[in-house]
């Protein structure tokens, strides 16, 4: 396959620009000459190779075949039916405009049917004997822009048809002509024949195809259903298959038995009184046996009943309209959609489309999130799918979003299977990332004007009737309503909604006005940004924010404690990429977002009086931090004192530059981390209470030369802050023994003490001549005289004993 692609480019590559490259470095006077002496020739070519080059170049996939001679038929039906607004005699007796396809799974064919306006002698021996010549884009350029909306446009899409078929018949009456047959094993000839049928088709055309060996399985009723409901569903013609199915039928049964019955019977009618003629008629009725017989039959079933409501006017369809596509679009009868934007984009590309965004996610939506990338839009053409794996259409955190794109004039290759430009696929996700950004931030807001405005006529209405508190109970239960109703958006979507934030630069700011957040404020219950800046205390100007492994863990932080006494809010980050996210926001609404598990956090409200107070503390907390600083110099950047601890003597938190608590552990975590030690982390800063008495005893041991176990204590007290503050302890077995050592010295046992071995006396079991009591019937047994145990034993054991 790549061979032959490789050499169809080189014969396109030569025949574009082969000659340039040859003449471009000739003279004026030498290129004169050459044209004077040079012969032109045609360019011969084996008809047959190039025949099997374009087929196998073009198309991918050999179910192709059955989209394309669709699209021809759509397009012949639309010529008739554009032909007969002017002269409507020339739909004859034949008015129906439809498709039909018959499968033969005897002789292994297929046959597309349409009452289209049908081909001539000269049409099938210019149109299907001419490679690259389309009779649709002859018949755009006769009608001189005649309104009519035609797919097949290259010339090429009939040929598709030699992928699965070894030979290929077409049968066809055009209104002008009798009815022809031109037949082709896509080799190097065809045959044009005058059908001896007759006039069969009545008008119209016929296409059958002798399948291949290995294309067998088009011949299955299944197959090509399923076929037509992937790629041509929404064709605006009705597209019929004749299918075969079994039904039960009652019949007279004519055994020899049931003759001899019947005989027996009518002997015995012959003794009895004869009654009424109808009662003869109905007992004569009864006397006849039938049977139940298994029979099949052929009949016509249309397979594209659904209708492409996406070219309706939205003011047309209902929501129960838009449910019922949903569902079959999804494949999922079971659910309606969260929400719908139905929209047409005019400009620099005109198509329209028809977005849902599903209410529940797809459980596999992160399995290979950063894999190659498929959306749920499908692309159609004039009603006819063209592609439904998009890779650049819809960025990753909106893979879940389900809907079509239909478009009359978007520029596709000649294969009809991806688009030429990349142009236009950037202009067509702009528009459709937008309009789905529009629909979130409207389930988001709720804005109390606007629904006053949309029921001002009912309130008024109702104003006599309702008091301003029944009023003021209805609009705070709707908007109670509406808020449950996004945060069971946000439940499934919230992370790709937090993605989104980290990948999607140019929308970063609307997607962050629709992210919701749990907060000290009141941990059940999600809030937005908008939400805490309006209850942030005056003169606020950051968003605090602390991540960790759950909520529970972060409200009893020691961090925020300090925070949450002069009544500052936090936000509570639980979720994995909810760091990322908001260190990819960096600020909302000029409001900087600010990790309070950084050492570089500075206090808020912090004067001269308190700076003062600090720089004193520092003074005098010197000998203490310097000698910890030393003593845990391996980890530890710098020892400080804190502003933020309200109860616990010690804090760890990072640096600037360092791993968060909640971001070390994310990253050890991973399948692919480095195990080549903590430093990788950064070292962390160690903040220390001064008003605790624990640290206040240190500073003077420190003071009066600390001892091992000084240090000791010291060791243990930084490795349970490291514990608390999140991070995880590098040696535990260390930590361990060192906290057993200072447990014995609390308990005023030597920290050295060795282990001893307890003695304990054991007490013998006196003996007794009495078997246990059971009230279950068990039978017991001295099975040792020596022994005073008693034991179960079997009968057969008893025996020998």
Not at 90 to 116: Q, Y
Not at 500 to 523: C, F, H, P
Not at 638 to 653: K, N
Not at 776 to 792: H, L, Q, S, Y
């Amino acid at each position: 396959m790549q061979r032959k692609q490789k050499a169809f480019g080189l014969l396109l590559l030569f025949m574009l620009s082969g000659v340039q490259v040859m003449t471009q470095d000739l003279t004026e006077e030498q290129r004169k000459l050459l044209e004077q002496s040079q012969e032109t020739h045609e360019f011969q070519a084996e008809t047959g190779r190039l025949m099997d080059i374009l087929i196998n170049s073009l198309y991918t996939q050999k179910e192709i075949f059955l989209r394309e001679l669709i699209s021809n038929a759509a397009d012949a039906l639309d010529k008739i039916r554009f032909l007969s607004v002017k002269n409507p005699e020339i739909l004859g007796d034949k008015t129906e405009l439809a498709i039909r396809i018959e499968i033969n799974t005897e002789e292994k064919t297929v046959s597309v049917t349409d009452s289209g306006i049908g081909m001539t002698k000269n049409d099938l021996i210019s149109n299907l004997g001419t490679i690259a010549k389309s009779g649709t884009t002859q018949f755009i350029e006769a009608i001189k822009g005649g309104n009519v909306n035609l797919i097949g446009q290259f010339g090429v899409g009939f040929y598709s048809c030699f992928l699965a078929g070894q030979k290929v018949s077409v049968a066809s009456k055009n209104t002008d002509d009798d009815q022809y047959i031109w037949e082709s094993q896509a080799a190097h000839s065809f045959a044009v024949s005058k059908d001896p049928r007759g006039n069969t088709l009545g008008r119209g055309t016929q296409v059958t195809i002798h399948l291949k060996q290995d294309a067998v399985e088009f011949a299955e009723e299944s197959t090509i259903k399923e076929l037509i409901k992937k790629y041509s569903e929404f064709i605006n013609f009705p597209i019929y298959l004749k299918v075969t199915r079994e039904i039960s039928k009652q019949v007279e049964d004519d055994s020899e038995q049931q003759q001899q019955d019947d005989q027996q019977q009518e002997n015995t009618d012959d003794d009895e009184v004869k009654v009424k003629d109808d009662d003869d008629d109905d007992a004569d009725t009864k006397k006849k046996a039938t049977k139940t017989i298994k029979e099949k039959v052929a009949e016509w079933v249309q397979i594209n009943e659904n209708k492409a409501i996406w070219l309706r006017p939205k003011e047309e369809i209902s929501d129960d309209d838009y449910k019922k596509f949903y569902k079959v679009l999804s494949k999922n009868s079971g659910e309606d959609p969260f929400n719908w934007v139905h929209f047409k984009a005019e400009g620099e590309v005109e198509f329209t489309s028809l977005i849902y965004i599903p209410k529940r996610a797809p459980s596999d939506m992160f399995d290979n999130y950063y894999g190659k990338q498929t959306t749920n839009l499908k692309l159609y053409v004039r009603r006819v799918l063209i592609s439904e794996e998009f890779e650049d259409i819809l960025p990753r955190y909106l893979s879940f979003v389900k809907g079509v794109i239909d478009s009359d004039e978007l520029p596709l290759n000649v294969n009809r299977e991806t688009l030429q430009q990349l142009k236009m696929l950037k202009v067509i996700s702009r528009k459709i990332v937008k309009k789905i950004l529009e629909l979130f931030q409207d389930a988001a807001s709720y804005d109390d004007e606007d629904e006053e405005d949309s029921e001002e006529g009912e309130e008024d209405e109702n104003m006599a009737e309702t008091t301003p508190e029944e009023q003021q109970r209805l609009k705070d239960e709707k908007r109670k309503k509406k808020i449950d109703e996004y945060n069971e958006f946000w439940k499934e979507y919230g992370k790709n909604i937090k993605l989104g934030v980290i990948e999607d630069s140019s929308n970063r700011q609307k997607l962050a006005e629709l992210t919701r957040w749990y907060s000290s404020k009141n941990s059940t219950e999600l809030t937005s940004f908008d939400n805490y800046i309006e209850r942030a205390k005056p003169g606020q100007d950051s968003i605090y924010y602390l991540a960790g492994e759950n909520k529970e863990q972060l409200l009893a932080s020691p961090i925020i404690q300090g925070l949450l006494k002069k009544g500052y809010e936090v936000l509570l980050l639980d979720d994995p990429v909810d760091e990322f996210t908001f260190q990819h926001l960096n600020e909302y609404k000029q409001k900087k977002l600010v990790n309070v598990g950084k050492g570089d956090f500075k206090q808020p409200e912090d004067n001269d009086e308190q700076r003062k107070k600090q720089k004193a503390l520092k003074k005098v907390f010197q000998p203490l931090t310097d000698w910890w600083r030393k003593l845990l110099s391996e980890s530890v950047d710098s020892v400080i004192i804190s502003q933020r601890l309200i109860d616990d003597p010690i804090i760890v938190v990072s640096s600037e530059s360092g791993y968060s608590a909640n971001m070390e552990r994310i990253s050890k975590a991973q399948a692919y981390s480095s195990k080549s030690g903590s430093h990788q982390f950064g070292k962390k800063i160690v903040e220390i209470n001064p008003n605790h008495q624990a640290i206040q005893e240190l500073l003077q041991r420190v003071k009066d030369d600390p001892d091992q176990e000084t240090e000791e204590m010291a060791r243990v007290l930084y490795e349970a802050a490291l514990v608390n503050s999140g991070y995880s302890i590098p040696n535990p077995e260390k930590f361990a023994s060192r906290f057993y050592k200072l447990f014995n010295s609390a308990l005023g046992i030597d920290r050295d003490a060795p282990i001893k071995e307890y003695e304990v006396e054991i007490e013998e079991e006196p003996e007794t001549s009495e078997p246990p009591q059971s009230d279950d019937g068990t039978k017991w047994e001295k099975v040792n005289t020596d022994d005073a145990k008693w034991e179960t034993v079997s009968d057969d054991k008893r025996d020998d004993l």
